[in-house]
């Protein structure tokens, strides 16, 4: 017979930065069937592939260690952009 999932675990996350907004709603979704039927597919093919993603980066220090012989020429331009969280945003 089938189990009826664990309810969703709802938070709420103050915001001082967003003055119109002061609180955000946060649903986990961790327990979700969903989510852990894709841990499960995601965890199979890693194991049962020989796919080796060329351009991810696991940590800050396999990037530093990616990126510290590069040599930067002069009259370029820096570009940055942020990655926006559901707490951040």
Known sequence: MY???PPLAFMVSLR???KEVPI???VSFL???TYKLCKYLN???TCNSN?????SIKT???LIERIKDFDI???TFHLTSQACTLASC
């Open 60 to 62: 800050s220090l396999d």
């Open 43 to 45: 965890n199979w093919f």
């Open 24 to 26: 955000q709603p946060i």
């Open 73 to 75: 020429p002069p009259n």
């Open 51 to 55: 796919f080796r993603p060329t351009y």
């Open 3 to 5: 189990e009826s999932p």
């Open 16 to 18: 001082s930065i967003k």
């Open 31 to 33: 327990h979700s069937p």
